[in-house]
């Protein structure tokens, strides 16, 4: 069983619509996160939740809605998609003693 | 307010040679740091980790770090190459407030030449 999984792994998309991606975890974890991954491979923290509550909202336009219907869950959905979106986002999990656990990451392309 | 850097955006070694990946942070408290591995077109695989236990810490694949506070580093070594090395590596603080999110560095590509 996958610990973290994520939902489509590949969503190519046109400028302006609206897209959902779904991230679930099995490890029983109570913080979640999403983070960036431009073209330059450099990692950014978006969001995190903890319990279903909102912990951290990074400078991220707010186009961009996390959803926690459940603390095994975190989904992100865009709205009005633009270029400078097209990106690969990971979810992530921590559990205890710091042990972060990726999904394997959403490439997202926007033309 | 917490940062990594990751001197190097790329490191060629030859197979056989030794790995050293550097990386020094910043924190205003005691750092949780620690070392990841992408491969292409994959997630993000954690080698290692350092949580105020012992300085030196083994990770997998042969990898090691040793954190030292004096220096704010936490350099990645491996005493020999593989092929099968060749990745992006990255260097993660968490201060383990502002919950507990991880700080990247910008990433080193490690390239082995046979």
């Known amino acids: 069983d996958t610990a973290v999984s994520q939902t489509p792994k590949y969503l190519v998309t046109q400028m302006g619509n609206d897209k959902s991606i779904k991230c679930e975890q099995n490890l029983g974890h109570d913080t979640m996160y999403w983070y960036k991954q431009d073209s330059k491979k450099f990692l950014k923290i978006m969001f995190s939740?903890?319990?279903?509550?909102?912990?951290i909202n990074e400078t991220v336009p707010n186009r961009f809605s996390p959803k926690s219907p459940d603390k095994a869950h975190l989904n992100l959905h865009i709205n009005s998609l633009e270029l400078g979106d097209s990106a690969v986002y990971f979810c992530a999990s921590k559990g205890t003693a710091y042990g972060y656990t990726f999904g394997s990451g959403t490439r997202l392309t926007v033309v | 307010a917490q940062s990594v850097t990751q001197l190097g955006s790329h490191v060629s070694v030859s197979e056989g040679a030794l790995v050293l990946l550097r990386c020094n942070y910043s924190s205003s408290v005691p750092p949780y740091l620690f070392w990841y591995v992408q491969y292409p077109n994959q997630g993000l695989q954690l080698l290692l980790k350092y949580t105020s236990a012992a300085t030196l810490v083994k990770g997998i694949n042969g990898f090691e770090a040793e954190f030292k506070k004096s220096e704010t580093s936490f350099h990645l070594t491996k005493p020999s190459a593989h092929m099968s090395d060749a990745a992006e590596y990255f260097c993660a603080v968490s201060e383990g407030n502002q919950g507990g999110k991880l700080i990247f560095g910008q990433g080193t590509e490690l390239s082995v030449k046979p």
């Open positions: 939740y903890n319990n279903k509550e909102l912990i």
